[in-house]
């Protein structure tokens, strides 16, 4: 929550259509990103790119689902967060708003959920990456 308040007071969210938040050991390709997210303008949603659910390693939310979250904080707040974590949290305050999910199962390549394969030419990132060179190594095949 206090990372979606940074944002919130940041403001850099609103020069964008989507905001990403990611995790440091995600391997993220801002063209195919770009790309995807275009696609997914035609109404308020985030995109669940796990089983149908919005998974924490990368999150893409619209910008107009960020300002319905920020107008209605205090009743996400009123759920019982404690034992989420912060992707279920946000995905199921955001949906209890009237924000919808758009599943796009190609979006990450999650060894923890469908597996990431860095070489497969459409997804816009690859995760978990923790070790360096590991990372460099997905970077790379990815890009080529």
Not at 20 to 44: E, F, N
Not at 63 to 81: G, V
Not at 87 to 96: A, E, K, P, Y
């Amino acid at each position: 929550m206090n990372m979606w308040e940074a944002v919130r007071w940041d403001l850099r969210y609103k020069c964008c259509d989507w905001t990403v938040k990611a995790d440091p050991d995600a391997v993220l390709l801002p063209d195919r990103m770009r790309g995807a997210l275009s696609h997914k303008m035609s109404w308020l949603n985030f995109v669940a790119t796990c089983k149908g659910t919005l998974y924490g390693a990368v999150e893409a939310i619209q910008t107009k689902a960020l300002d319905k979250y920020f107008w209605n904080e205090a009743q996400c707040r009123n759920m019982p967060w404690q034992s989420w974590g912060e992707d279920v949290w946000i995905s199921r305050c955001l949906m209890s708003l009237g924000v919808y999910s758009a599943f796009d199962g190609a979006f990450v390549g999650d060894n923890l959920c469908n597996g990431a394969n860095c070489g497969n030419g459409y997804s816009s990132g690859f995760h978990p990456f923790k070790d360096p060179n590991a990372w460099m190594q997905c970077y790379n095949q990815a890009v080529r």
